[in-house]
């Protein structure tokens, strides 16, 4: 992790990102650091996919979707279509990965999972990647009421708040009635029957 430079990341925040983003992406890193610590994850790492997980976020739906056609990043996400179609703006995801790879030139797979798959999960993830999905969901400046409780859950049993974090949005997107990507339904498909 020795090349990447955190004054970059920090810079770039502050270039794209509004004053609430930062914020998030702050705490996101605060809490992913906390929980890397208590689950033996590296934590530099946790903070570095945590500061960098929403650098895409700055981008519209539909910029997303151009990010994407250019230069075929699109071929590297096999969800691609039916988020474009869909909902666009998750691919800031995906796409934030492709920036952490090609403007801070982060090749450690595990920090470029984690943030890609930050909002929808995908099946076997590893502790950073769940780091960063739960911390995402529960950080400070997120205001539903099951946060505090959450977070509590999160310093003794990252795996259990994993599938409620994970749980808590399937529901949100069906009380929501929007669609549902397959990527969220393989996800919840694995961790069910895994746990069965
Ligand atoms: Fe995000
Ligand atoms: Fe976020």
């Known amino acids: 992790m020795k090349n990447v430079k955190i004054q970059e990341i920090f810079d770039y925040l502050y270039e794209h990102l509004t004053p609430e983003r930062i914020e998030h992406s702050y705490n996101v890193a605060a809490l992913a650091i906390k929980l890397a610590y208590k689950n033996n994850t590296d934590v530099l790492k946790a903070q570095i996919a945590g500061l960098l997980h929403d650098c895409a976020k700055y981008m ?5 979707v151009d990010f ?10 096999k969800y691609f279509k039916k988020t474009s179609k869909f909902l666009p703006h998750l691919l800031h995801s995906f796409g934030g990965g492709v920036i952490a790879k090609e403007k801070f030139k982060i090749e450690d797979k595990d920090i470029l999972n984690a943030i890609k798959n930050h909002t ?3 099946r076997n993830m590893s502790t950073l ?16 009421n099951y946060v505090k409780r959450l977070q509590e859950l999160a310093k003794k049993d990252l795996e259990k708040t994993f599938f409620e974090v994970l749980r808590k949005k399937v529901e949100y997107i069906i009380k929501q009635r929007t669609y549902i990507l397959q990527q969220i339904v393989d996800t919840w498909n694995w961790y069910v029957s895994k746990n069965k």
Request: overall charge positive; hydrophobic content about 30%.
């Open 129 to 144: 990647e769940k780091i960063i999905f739960v911390a995402d969901s529960i950080s400070d400046d997120r205001k539903l």
């Open 68 to 77: 994407f056609n250019k230069y075929d990043r699109k071929i590297t996400y």
């Open 120 to 122: 929808q999960g995908r």
């Open 60 to 64: 519209t739906g539909k910029e997303l």
